[in-house]
């Protein structure tokens, strides 16, 4: 972090300086702005390079940034996991009948009238044929009515909740599009019977999103599970949660294991770790081809006008108002790319894709969205890329020796 | 051939021209290189050449689905089968979570004819073969994996289960060598220590391994088997041991057509970069082309050199990122390759490397063309008035 600062102190005030300069400098700046129009194709060409690079960039930010939103935002701080332990996840979680019974009258738990605020889960894989005939795993998430009221963040937008014994299921509104049969009215066949869509719902991106929601006793009778996955149950405020934690695992009844559902929810955003560092890692590189090429432009751009240069040496200007000037101009160029590349970006606007959870073992839905905030970013990147592909041509510029300027070819 | 010193002069007339542009054709051809073999890596784990007659039966709802036992004498005493080895994944993990490597719990009496290429069974003595069948607590671990965590034949690898809630302590038995790196990173143990430790397991597989004497029976058993046991409390879904794999291929979602993109991208951005690059080489040598044409070379002639030049440039650039990215390579082997079983075989293959410098080298000849063949139209007048 300080040597972030350190590195970028020196960085800052330079900038500073230019846009101090842009006030002070007027008139060559006017020049080389021009002098960008004059050399069009030149120009364009590295501008659409810089937009190319630009436009991977903010894609790659907006996958790493969908991949987090399909995990994060799900969660309370109040509430609780419980899992057996050594499980890390609840899909390899097993929690006997008679444990269950035991856990769901802790008295720490928080209670709705006389129900404990506590939905005993199981929770299953179920390979799915999509649309397009390829197979793949969707959780089925067998609750109880109260897993619903735990989760606020879950809503219905069509239909109702599903009712006990009916073999009722409600389906993610997302995932209508790509899976037949999963939609308002529609049947879904798992585990040897006919299962009737009741109602679709959302979660604000959150990873419920990927999920079929059903009655927990019809889940575990359809697939045959004697054992619970787990249990979420919400306690009375947060700081209740490590008691609760406590007193779970060291019940000699119990010998389970207690997660804070928001911690639980951290834990599996490392799904989209690998492709964040490999995006990153891309951009990286990529960043650099571009600003050998912004800076072999800026070569070309000073070493064709080296009498102009002398001219305008001659006319007064000083050297640091050269070399603002022509990095002014390199900022321009690289911006330019940066801005048309921004746009291009928003060609993957709203795309759906969906990767595999290695954790939950499932299909995770999520889009690209391309934020204002996303393509601020890219601008921004554009502009390092001016600044650092600009500084050495610019710095050579205003070093031209005034003589040999006026004679140069 | 004799041309080759004056392309060279020329190319190093602005040596820091010609040093940036192929400083950043290396960066974009070595993105590319490792993109693209990221990409046939991962497409390599599902086409093991020796699983051709293998194939993977499991419940038709999913992974986590059990069969029972009993349906093994069915599947034995079909007249294609070779051999039926029981599997069943364990994912525990040795010392640290993030640990990866496959560990699976497997039918010790069959084991090693159903892969017996993948463990390299002949070099494997029927002593060691015994010795791990008559230890239950026995296990055969790939080279890979035991020298990552410095295990000999005769340690004690303490396991923690995730899925199942026991934690074996297994005696390493045999350390096998298989011609494929990534199979090495795995560990097998005795059904039964599953079977015995876990209740809910009694009985049951998650899956059945069957080998074929001859991959044409394949389309004939499948049918059969899924047909047998169709509308049954367990229905099973039975497909080619490279289709499985290609399952978890495709869970990482659509990497490919991620790839793709990028890589036209960059290709684009090379073209239009190049082809700057060699318009202001040429433009600033208008003049001098003009002296050559006036001196008697021929247009096509000019227009070959400049084309080779362009070419060489490009080639330059590309070999130099081909070269970064097989150390890289190397790299990401011995690093990330234990890690996930993913890139464990990460190489820049031949055909990758062949298709990057092609690719490069029509690039180059693209974008040196139009600047290249509008300095051989322009009238020689014309060129040795222009003021260079």
Request: with cysteine.
């Amino acid at each position: 972090m300080i040597l972030g600062l350190l590195l970028a102190a020196p960085f800052v005030a330079y900038l500073a300086w230019l846009v101090w300069a842009l006030v002070a400098y007027p008139i060559p700046l006017g020049y080389n702005l021009r002098s960008l129009w004059q050399r069009k194709l030149s120009s364009a060409s590295t501008a659409a390079a810089i937009a190319l690079v630009v436009g991977i960039f903010v894609v790659v930010l907006s996958l790493a940034q969908g991949l987090s939103v399909a995990f994060v935002s799900s969660g309370r701080p109040d509430q609780a996991l419980v899992l057996r332990p050594n499980a890390r996840y609840e899909l390899n979680s097993s929690i006997e009948r008679d444990r269950m019974r035991i856990l769901k009258v802790h008295p720490l738990l928080e209670r709705e009238g006389n129900a404990p605020m506590a939905s005993a889960e199981s929770v299953v894989v179920k390979l799915f044929t999509m649309v397009d005939g390829s197979d793949t795993n969707v959780t089925v998430r067998g609750m109880e009515r109260m897993g619903i009221t735990l989760r606020p963040q879950v809503h219905l937008v069509q239909g109702r909740w599903f009712r006990p014994s009916l073999s009722e299921v409600v389906v993610p509104r997302k995932m209508a599009g790509r899976f037949p049969g999963m939609e308002l009215g529609g049947r879904l066949r798992m585990g040897g019977r006919d299962w009737a869509v009741v109602g679709t719902f959302e979660a604000g991106g959150a990873s419920y999103e990927s999920e079929v929601w059903a009655d927990v006793n019809d889940v575990m009778q359809a697939f045959k599970r004697e054992a619970y996955s787990v249990m979420l149950g919400r306690l009375e405020a947060p700081e209740r949660v490590v008691g609760f934690g406590q007193s779970v695992e060291e019940d000699r009844r119990l010998q389970l294991e207690v997660i804070r559902e928001t911690d639980y929810f951290k834990t599996l955003t490392k799904a989209g770790d690998p492709i964040k560092i490999l995006g990153n890692l891309i951009t990286l590189i990529l960043t650099g081809a571009a600003i050998f090429a912004a800076m072999n432009t800026m070569y070309a751009a000073v070493a064709g006008r080296t009498k102009e240069i002398g001219t305008l040496r001659a006319l007064g200007f000083r050297q640091r108002e050269i070399l603002a000037s022509f990095q002014w101009e390199s900022i321009f160029l690289c911006l330019t790319g940066g801005l048309l590349g921004s746009g291009l970006a928003l060609f993957a606007n709203g795309v759906q894709t969906s990767t595999t959870s290695f954790q939950t073992f499932s299909d995770v839905s999520f889009a690209f969205t391309i934020t204002p905030g996303l393509m601020a970013q890219g601008v921004a990147f554009s502009l390092v890329m001016g600044l650092l592909g600009g500084f050495l041509p610019a710095w050579r510029a205003s070093r031209i020796p005034l003589t040999e300027a006026m004679k140069g070819g | 051939m004799r041309w080759l010193a004056l392309i060279w002069k020329s190319l190093l007339r602005s040596k820091r021209r010609t040093l940036l542009i192929v400083g950043s054709l290396m960066l974009s051809v070595f993105t590319v290189a490792v993109l693209q073999s990221l990409l046939t890596s991962l497409n390599s784990m599902t086409n093991n050449p020796n699983s051709s007659n293998r194939l993977a039966v499991r419940h038709k709802s999913g992974l986590t689905q059990m069969l029972p036992r009993s349906y093994e004498p069915y599947l034995r005493q079909q007249p294609e089968v070779e051999t039926v080895c029981a599997l069943q994944w364990f994912g525990g993990y040795y010392q640290d979570p993030r640990n990866f490597f496959a560990n699976l719990a497997a039918d010790e009496t069959t084991i090693f004819q159903m892969f017996r290429e993948e463990f390299g069974v002949s070099d494997i003595t029927e002593a060691q073969i015994k010795d791990f069948q008559r230890d239950g607590a026995g296990c055969i671990v790939g080279e890979v994996l035991a020298k990552k965590n410095g295990w000999k034949v005769g340690d004690v690898v303490p396991l923690t289960g995730t899925i199942f809630p026991i934690n074996p302590r297994l005696n390493i038995r045999i350390i096998y060598k298989s011609p494929r790196p990534s199979d090495e990173n795995a560990l097998y143990f005795h059904f039964k220590v599953l079977e015995e430790g876990v209740p809910r397991m009694k009985g049951l597989s998650g899956s059945f391994w069957v080998r074929l004497h001859r991959p044409e029976d394949i389309p004939r058993f499948v049918e059969r088997v899924d047909r047998h046991y169709a509308n049954s409390a367990y229905e099973t879904l039975t497909e080619t041991e490279n289709a499985f794999n290609l399952g978890f291929v495709k869970m990482l979602g659509n990497i490919g057509a991620i790839i793709q993109g990028i890589t036209l991208a960059v290709v684009v951005a090379i073209l239009i970069v190049t082809g700057n690059t060699m318009a202001t080489a040429i433009r600033e040598r208008t003049t001098e082309i003009a002296v050559f044409r006036a001196m008697g070379f021929s247009s096509g002639r000019v227009l070959t050199l400049l084309l080779v030049e362009g070419m060489l440039l490009v080639a330059m650039g590309g070999m130099l990122g081909l070269l970064l990215a097989l150390v890289a390579a190397t790299g990401v082997r011995s690093t990330l390759g234990s890690l996930t079983p993913f890139l464990a075989d990460f190489t820049i293959l031949p055909d990758t490397i062949l298709a990057c410098l092609g690719g490069t080298l029509v690039v180059g000849l693209l974008a040196t063309f139009i600047p290249a063949y509008a300095a051989t139209r322009r009238p020689i007048t014309d060129g040795l008035k222009a003021i260079g």
